[in-house]
């Protein structure tokens, strides 16, 4: 076990780094070990994996970092030529897939996420869609690229790593041009194929109901679930079963063993007895093998197939393989197969789980019933994941135990098994397909129901949870591990020593008299959260689609509500400046999540459950008062200088939160006498229609926060703007260079200023602005 142990470490120990990988000098000395411990006698010569497992992986990290479009070139524009990879998305505002472009110049990204949005026809108010793109179609394309880069918050969705870790070197929208289609998809294309079975299901049973989950469980295909589906698989921690991995796949390997095994015994029963025993297991493979390949060998399906094939080699060379053993044989060869699996929640879902599989049954001995072995193991499980989910999603599943219980069986001996049949009956004539994809859509129908029901037991402090720390997890797990042990080992009740920290976490640490000032990192938008000792004010929403359609198509569930988690506590007030959706687009989501929050907005239209936000309001938290400056109650509604401007005052603290008002209502607020702040959000983003000097000189800010995306079309902030900040020497702080800025101040005035660019830094990062603190 040793070989696989050091290969192990070797292949995780470069992501230790938070941020810079290992200088050249260290790589000379790894690889002068490795080399002299080769030369050595054969007994040390097993040391050499850790040195080998750590160069080869921090070399598939620098050359990851080294493909990706550089920030020099951002918003450059180019015409390529290309495979589309996957199966493209019907988003809102057009089309979304995958481009691999033709091997060219050096420098041509080799994966590039591109957004092919609709036509607008501003003078007709009429939108034209994008034409149609298939899986494996070969375009030449206008684009228009971005660097992979995303916005950075201090809790959250962390885009930046996912590009990372799935080789987005580029992202892009296609611009007006030459844009042709240059050949259809080549035979042998896989994703053409997963596209052509995903039409033939559909074609059979495509109005029958749940079939958005039959498409992801047949194919992983997860575009056509619901954000009600995503959050009632959240809740009840079963949003494994429709990600292709051990279960599915382990199913179909065991339906081809089975069908081989009684196809021999019909057909060929003097086949040699080697052969006959060998023969099961490999059309076991290649049935798991198709199955993957169907769901386009996503990273779970790739894990799940080399532990059965670390399984199947073992069995078929009539080796005693320890479970233990083939845990670290797949783990290593998952990390050869992909050095970029660690940065996946997935990799440590799946091997933590396994890993606790082997540890509640492999010391077991004699034999449990199975309802009895399979209560065990979710619950244990349940247990040691519980602290895993709070840290990677900060959430945890209450109804979790009961839904799988519940969803495995339904899902492994009814679901899955109808779903790979039809896989089969779809291309042969006769209604066989159509009745057993009927049988599964109605079986998921009714389980999703049911799962319904039991998300509606999840309370939500356990569905949202703030992140603990890392060490408190690790703790926690092994807290959990100790109580799943054989009842013959003693005090197996200290494990819940080890499990209490991680539940007594809390938010950020903050003093009973500070006040912390986040303006988060939405790109081209606004959100500001002020949080008091006893209360949370939102000012703006980001972007988003504001008050028309489905929830959820903003920045509230990755971004927003991250950041109030980690505060502890709710809303009490949420303030929406104006109705431009970069400002209002989280206004439906939030009103969603947080129904007893006091809702201020200005928007064209007056709402019953929304007040205005008008002079004269005014309130106290804490001892800050909060005044409204401006719009006046007589003003007619006008965009961006309807902006709802907030001031806040108080011991050690002056905030003026602007909005997008223009110079205009910046001369008007000065003639009625506005005073200096010690901190000033940058009205309109920057925008040369404001920030005029008028404004500059009455405020005098010791800090001015730009909120803004990177590389906007608008090209925002401008540059005369920044000059007339850096005339009056005033600092200036932009979200799109710096992530999201935290101020934090106590009654004493002092400041303490970080941003979550700087503070999460690692290895994938962008890096931050050098005057960002």
């Not at 160069?55 to 990851?64: D, E, G």
């Not at 991995?245 to 057909?267: C, D, E, K, T």
């Not at 979790?400 to 339904?410: D, K, R, S, Y």
């Not at 000065?670 to 920057?686: D, K, N, S």
């Amino acid at each position: 076990m040793k070989f696989w142990v050091l290969l192990i470490l070797g292949a995780l120990a470069p992501y230790l780094f938070e941020s810079t990988l290992p200088s050249g000098a260290v790589f000379l000395g790894l690889l002068s070990i490795a080399l002299c411990g080769l030369s050595l006698r054969p007994s040390l010569r097993i040391y050499c994996l850790f040195p080998l497992g750590f160069l080869s992986v921090t070399l598939a990290l620098n050359q990851r970092l080294s493909e990706r479009l550089p920030l020099a070139e951002d918003r450059s524009a180019r015409q390529l030529s290309g495979v589309i990879g996957g199966l493209p998305e019907v988003t809102a505002d057009g089309l979304r897939f995958l481009f691999l472009p033709d091997a060219g110049a050096a420098g041509t990204p080799k994966r590039i996420q591109v957004h092919w949005y609709k036509k607008r026809h501003v003078s007709k108010g009429s939108e034209t869609d994008p034409p149609r793109v298939h899986a494996g179609e070969h375009w030449q394309l206008q684009l228009v690229l971005r660097a992979a880069r995303g916005r950075v918050n201090f809790q959250g969705v962390d885009a930046e790593r996912w590009y990372f870790t799935d080789g987005i070197d580029a992202l892009a929208h296609v611009d007006e041009g030459e844009n042709v289609r240059l050949s259809g998809p080549a035979w042998s294309d896989l994703h053409h194929w997963r596209e052509r079975v995903l039409d033939k299901l559909a074609g059979t049973a495509g109005e029958k109901p749940a079939f958005r989950v039959l498409a992801a469980a047949a194919i992983a295909d997860e575009r056509g679930l619901l954000k009600r589906d995503r959050e009632i698989l959240s809740a009840t921690g079963t949003g494994h079963l429709l990600a292709i991995s051990g279960l599915n796949i382990g199913l179909a390997a065991v339906m081809g063993y089975y069908l081989s095994r009684l196809g021999l015994l019909l057909l060929w029963q003097g086949l040699q007895q080697r052969l006959a025993v060998a023969m099961p297991w490999v059309i076991a493979w290649l049935a798991a093998f198709v199955y993957s390949a169907l769901a386009g060998f996503g990273v779970a399906t790739q894990r799940a197939l080399i532990m059965l094939t670390v399984a199947g080699v073992a069995i078929l060379c009539r080796r005693n393989i320890h479970p233990l053993q083939a845990w670290l044989i797949a783990m290593s060869l998952v990390l050869v197969a992909d050095p970029f699996a660690p940065l996946r929640a997935g990799f440590w879902l799946s091997f933590i789980a396994v890993g606790v599989l082997i540890m509640l049954f492999t010391p077991r001995f004699g034999h449990a019933r199975a309802w009895r072995q399979m209560l065990i193991a979710q619950l244990g499980i349940s247990l040691v994941m519980a602290p895993f989910g709070m840290l990677w999603f900060q959430q945890v599943s209450l109804p979790g135990l009961m839904a799988n219980l519940l969803a495995i069986p339904v899902f492994s001996l009814l679901i899955v098994p109808l779903i790979l049949a039809s896989l089969v009956l779809i291309w042969l004539p006769g209604p066989l397909a159509s009745w057993t994809l009927s049988l599964a859509a109605y079986a998921a129908h009714w389980l999703m129901l049911i799962l319904e029901r039991l998300a509606a037991l999840q309370p939500p402090a356990f569905g949202s949870t703030a992140a603990p720390g890392i060490l408190t997890v690790v703790l926690a797990m092994l807290g959990a591990a100790i109580l799943m042990l054989p009842r013959g080992v003693p005090s197996r009740v200290a494990g819940l020593l080890l499990m209490l920290p991680v539940l007594f976490q809390a938010g950020v640490p903050r003093g009973e008299t500070e006040t912390r000032i986040d303006f988060l990192d939405v790109g081209q938008g606004l959100s500001v959260l002020l949080t008091t000792p006893d209360h949370l004010m939102v000012y703006d929403t980001g972007p988003g689609n504001g008050l028309q359609g489905e929830a959820g198509l903003d920045m509230v569930g990755g971004t927003i509500q991250p950041m109030i988690r980690a505060t502890g506590r709710k809303p009490d007030l949420v303030i929406v400046s104006h109705g431009d959706l970069d400002h209002a687009g989280g206004l439906t989501g939030l009103m969603s999540e947080f129904p007893g929050a006091e809702y201020l907005a200005n928007l064209r239209e007056d709402r019953p459950d929304i007040d205005p936000c008008r002079v004269p309001r005014h309130w106290n938290w804490d001892g800050l008062q909060f005044s409204v400056l401006h719009p006046s109650p007589g003003l007619p509604y006008r965009g961006n200088d309807s902006s709802c401007v907030v001031s806040v005052i108080g011991p050690g603290i002056s905030l003026l939160l602007t909005g997008d008002i223009s110079q205009v209502v910046e001369q008007r607020l000065v003639q009625e006498g506005l005073g200096p702040h010690a901190i000033m959000t940058v009205p309109h983003h920057g925008s040369s229609t404001s920030s005029s000097q008028l404004l500059i000189d009455a405020v005098s800010p010791a800090w001015s926060i730009i909120s803004a995306g990177s590389g906007n079309r608008f090209g925002f902030p401008r540059a005369d703007v920044l000059e007339r900040y850096a005339n009056a020497r005033i600092p200036t702080l932009n979200s799109a260079e710096c992530g999201g800025i935290r101020m934090i101040t106590d009654q004493t005035g002092a400041f303490r200023i970080l941003s979550a660019r700087v503070l999460r830094n690692a290895i994938w990062r962008w890096p931050a602005a050098p005057d960002c603190p």
